[in-house]
């Protein structure tokens, strides 16, 4: 079982995650709300999961196979559902941008086999009735 520690840090909407680990994150709501924009909202740092996720699988795929990347970004966008509470994501595109000499159907092919098959995040957005959607691209360097 993993244990998450989530606490109040202010006297509005900011909250700090912690695991196991003492690594944390910070969360807070928008000054609309009466946040004071100190940290990410938390449907964003579940879209920042999806790229950490599906970044790792994918690094650890083309170390596998002998890929040379310098860099590696991903650029994630998506949609919530409007007018509904709650309001989940209905639609993200995530955009693989690698640096260096990586060969652009391994890239292709790793991005695949973490969105489809190995990312919990990816298939946890899925079962909530989002659609993921992604690209490659390999940029010289």
């Known amino acids: 079982m993993i244990k998450i520690e989530v606490n109040r840090v202010d006297n509005a909407y900011a909250f700090e995650g912690i695991d196991i680990n ?5 969360m807070d709501g928008a000054v609309e709300i009466g946040g004071n924009n100190s940290g990410v909202r938390p449907m964003q740092l579940l879209l920042m999961s999806l790229g950490g996720c599906s970044g790792i699988d994918i690094v650890s795929i083309l170390k596998k196979q002998r ?3 310098k860099d590696f970004k991903m650029i994630l966008e998506g949609e919530r559902e409007h007018g509904k509470e709650p309001s989940l994501w209905k639609y993200v595109h995530v955009t693989f941008r690698f640096t ?9 092919k790793a991005c695949a086999l973490s969105i489809d098959k190995y990312c919990s995040v990816a298939a946890t957005l899925r079962a909530a009735g989002c659609t993921v959607e992604w690209k490659a691209e390999v940029v010289e360097g």
Not at 22 to 26: I, K, L, V
Not at 100 to 108: H, M, N, R, T
Request: charged share 30%.
């Open 100 to 108: 260096g000499s990586v060969d652009i159907e391994k890239a292709q």
């Open 67 to 69: 890929q040379e990347v």
């Open 22 to 26: 003492g690594h944390t994150a910070r």
